[in-house]
């Protein structure tokens, strides 16, 4: 008999590709907390225009990219239909207004509460209790029972030829059944046995995923949102801006096969530039600064 073992999924997300026209014409999506900050604001012709209207997103949507890039550390600019016709020449001042915005919003009660809502979702849930020796015995008696009356009119109405096989295996199955309702049954034992040893395994399970799960999904979210930006500190501190780039089956790869193997958020790094990079890098190490 093998007992049920509660399975348990950390939120699992698909990771978003970044379209080469993106990466070609805007290069500003270097992330806080592993490319979170992935949501583009610009001033085309030096008047601020809407953030949302101008990504081609909604507030509501754009919100929700910045909380699941902070929860789960990947990139996520779904849906930003605009992005692509971003002003080169602003990326400064589109870098910090989304640094800026980006930071309102993950202090907000809303995100708080949005957080709170996705790490308990993620949970894992606690095993079942052991079933005891009784009511293992009375399930294995009235699976029996059940089958070997199934049996039973089985041997009245197969062909004679048959009914010699059915009839032992019918002896086999009431035997079963009698030493199933004996106090003393071995094999029930055995059963009750496995149950524990089972639940023990499901409590060790449990409780090494409770410790994964408070790791990687805190209470205080600051302190996810603290990690996120150490990340991209660390990732962020070795650039090499001055990388050599080639064209392979279509696409830009660096000439160095290092740099090639590098995290993508090294990448993303690259691709902003110096000097988006070193302005999300002070940002970050400010803003680490003050959480506690």
């Keep these: 008999m093998c007992p049920q073992i509660n399975n348990y999924f950390f939120m699992q997300r698909t990771r978003i590709a970044i379209a080469k ?27 601020y225009a809407d953030l949302w209207q101008q ?20 990139l996520q600019h779904y849906g930003a239909r605009n992005i692509k ?36 979702a993620s949970k894992p849930n606690p095993p079942e ?12 008696i009235d699976e029996l029972k059940q089958g070997i009356a199934k049996m039973e009119k089985a041997v009245k109405e197969v ?22 309702e004996d106090p ?20 060790n399970r449990y409780n090494k995923q409770m410790k994964q ?4 999904s805190p209470e205080n979210p600051m302190i996810l949102v603290k990690k996120r930006l150490q990340e991209v500190v660390e990732i962020t501190k070795d650039v090499d801006f001055s990388a050599e780039l080639t064209e392979k089956y279509g696409k830009k790869v660096f000439v160095n096969p290092t740099y090639e193997r590098k995290h993508a958020n ?13 302005t999300v890098r002070a940002f970050a190490q400010q803003w680490i600064s003050e959480i506690k």
């Design 159 to 180: 062909q004679q030829e048959l009914k010699k096989s059915f009839g032992e295996a019918l002896v086999q199955q009431k035997k079963r059944l009698a030493e199933y």
């Design 213 to 216: 799960w408070e790791e990687s």
């Design 21 to 47: 026209t993106i990466l070609k014409t805007t290069a500003i999506c270097l992330a806080v907390a592993a490319c979170s900050l992935t949501f583009v604001s610009y001033k085309a012709e030096k008047v």
């Design 266 to 278: 090294w990448k993303y790094a690259f691709r902003a530039g110096k000097d988006i990079t070193e």
């Design 184 to 203: 003393n049954s071995k094999t029930i034992k055995i059963m009750y046995q496995s149950e524990l040893s089972n639940h023990e395994y499901n409590v």
């Design 55 to 74: 990504l081609g997103l909604s507030k509501v949507e754009g919100s929700t990219q910045i909380r699941e890039s902070f929860m789960y550390g990947y």
């Design 129 to 140: 209790a052991p079933k005891t020796m009784e009511q293992i015995r009375k399930t294995e």
């Design 85 to 120: 016709k971003i002003a080169v020449g602003d990326r400064m001042a589109v870098a910090k207004d989304l640094l800026n915005y980006t930071r309102q919003y993950v202090q907000s009660e809303a995100y708080k509460k949005e957080y709170a809502s996705l790490r308990n």
